[in-house]
């Protein structure tokens, strides 16, 4: 969509880490001792492997790339 209608965009939860995005709204109150699965935003981990072969195929299919 953003694509089609030449709206730049960009995910803030790109790689695991430091701002946590991996885990849900609700672990401001709830403590996670292990990740969540499914993640919640990341889309890599600190190594630089997908979280998920298929969200990473259908990121390069949207974006054409």
Do not use: K, M
Not at 15 to 26: A, F, H
Not at 50 to 61: H, Q, T
Request: net charge negative; aromatic share 20%.
């Amino acid at each position: 969509l953003f694509y089609r209608e030449e709206v730049a965009s960009y995910n803030w939860g790109f790689v695991n880490g430091r701002s946590q995005t991996i885990y849900p709204w609700d672990s401001w109150d709830e403590p996670y001792d292990d990740e969540p699965d499914p993640w919640f935003h990341d889309i890599f981990d600190t190594d630089g492997s997908a979280y998920s072969e298929e969200e990473v195929a259908l990121i390069r299919r949207l974006t054409n790339r």
